[in-house]
C-alpha cells in the first residue's frame, strides 16, 4: 500500500465533507501510481473532477504517452494527492506578550488530502467524452464549448481516461490547532498584515479553526 501522511489529531479534518470542499475548490492535484517493483511511483501533475461523493469518484483524462497507464497496469490501486492554501509562518509570529520572539518555532500553514482508491482506465470513446464533458462542465460552466464526441472524434485516440474509486480519504488541515487561541489570533493578524500569496486563504483557516 502507498505510504500516507501523518496527522496529529489536532491538524485533522472536521469530516470527509470538508476534506472534499477543499479537493474541489483546488481541482489540480498529483495522481500516484506505484505500479509494482519500482524503485520510485509515477506522479502525474493533473486537473481533476470529483465526480460524486457517495460513492466518492474522482475522473481525469491524460495523454496517452504518459508512463503512468504502464504503473496502472501492474496495479490499479493510486493516490490523488492535493494540496494548498499554504503560508509560512516565521519563529517571531508565534511569540506574543513577553515572549521572546527569537526562541519562536516556524512552521507552514496548510491543507492537504489524500484519496485513495482503484483506478479504472477508460479508452471508450462515448465513456471517454461523458468524462470530457464533465470537465467541461466543471471547469467551464455554462460555455460555449462544442461537444467533445462529435468535435474531437478522431483525437479521442491521442487520450485515455480514468476513474477512480475512492474507498479511503485522509485529510490535513495543519493551521494551528496545537496552540491556543490567543495564539492563532496572533498568528491570523499577521497573516492579514502580510497579506502575501496563500496568505488570505490560510487565514481563513485560522479563524475558522477559532470557530
Given at each position: 500500500?502507498?505510504g500516507?501522511?501523518?496527522?496529529?489529531p489536532?491538524?485533522?479534518?472536521?469530516?470527509?465533507g470538508?476534506a472534499f470542499d477543499?479537493?474541489?475548490?483546488?481541482?489540480?492535484?498529483?495522481?500516484?501510481?506505484?505500479?509494482?517493483?519500482?524503485?520510485?511511483?509515477?506522479?502525474?501533475?493533473?486537473?481533476?473532477?470529483?465526480?460524486?461523493?457517495?460513492?466518492?469518484?474522482?475522473?481525469?483524462?491524460?495523454?496517452?504517452?504518459?508512463?503512468?497507464?504502464t504503473?496502472?497496469?501492474?496495479?490499479?490501486r493510486?493516490l490523488?494527492?492535493?494540496?494548498?492554501e499554504?503560508?509560512?509562518?516565521?519563529?517571531?509570529?508565534?511569540a506574543i506578550?513577553?515572549?521572546?520572539?527569537?526562541?519562536g518555532?516556524?512552521?507552514t500553514?496548510y491543507?492537504?488530502?489524500?484519496?485513495?482508491?482503484?483506478?479504472?482506465?477508460?479508452?471508450d470513446?462515448?465513456?471517454l467524452a461523458?468524462?470530457?464533458?464533465?470537465?467541461?462542465?466543471?471547469?467551464?460552466?455554462?460555455?460555449?464549448?462544442?461537444d467533445?464526441l462529435?468535435?474531437?472524434?478522431?483525437?479521442?485516440?491521442?487520450?485515455?481516461?480514468?476513474?477512480?474509486a475512492?474507498?479511503?480519504?485522509?485529510?490535513k488541515?495543519?493551521?494551528?490547532?496545537?496552540?491556543?487561541?490567543?495564539?492563532?489570533?496572533?498568528?491570523?493578524?499577521r497573516?492579514?498584515?502580510?497579506?502575501?500569496?496563500?496568505?488570505?486563504?490560510?487565514?481563513?483557516?485560522?479563524?475558522?479553526?477559532?470557530?
Open positions: 500500500m502507498l500516507r501522511m501523518l496527522i496529529r489536532h491538524d485533522a479534518a472536521p469530516s470527509d470538508a477543499f479537493v474541489e475548490s483546488q481541482g489540480f492535484g498529483h495522481l500516484v501510481a506505484a505500479g509494482r517493483g519500482r524503485d520510485v511511483a509515477v506522479v502525474v501533475p493533473t486537473q481533476f473532477v470529483v465526480a460524486s461523493r457517495h460513492p466518492a469518484e474522482v475522473v481525469l483524462h491524460l495523454a496517452g504517452p504518459n508512463p503512468v497507464w504503473a496502472l497496469a501492474e496495479n490499479a493510486v490523488m494527492s492535493v494540496a494548498g499554504w503560508a509560512y509562518v516565521p519563529s517571531a509570529w508565534k506578550g513577553d515572549e521572546d520572539p527569537r526562541r518555532i516556524p512552521t500553514y491543507a492537504a488530502v489524500q484519496l485513495a482508491g482503484t483506478a479504472t482506465v477508460i479508452d470513446p462515448d465513456a461523458a468524462i470530457l464533458r464533465r470537465q467541461l462542465s466543471t471547469y467551464e460552466p455554462g460555455g460555449d464549448w462544442a467533445p462529435d468535435a474531437h472524434r478522431p483525437k479521442l485516440g491521442a487520450i485515455r481516461g480514468i476513474r477512480i475512492v474507498d479511503d480519504v485522509r485529510a488541515f495543519k493551521y494551528g490547532g496545537n496552540v491556543d487561541a490567543q495564539h492563532r489570533r496572533a498568528v491570523a493578524q497573516l492579514a498584515e502580510r497579506d502575501g500569496p496563500g496568505d488570505a486563504a490560510a487565514r481563513r483557516r485560522v479563524l475558522d479553526s477559532l470557530a
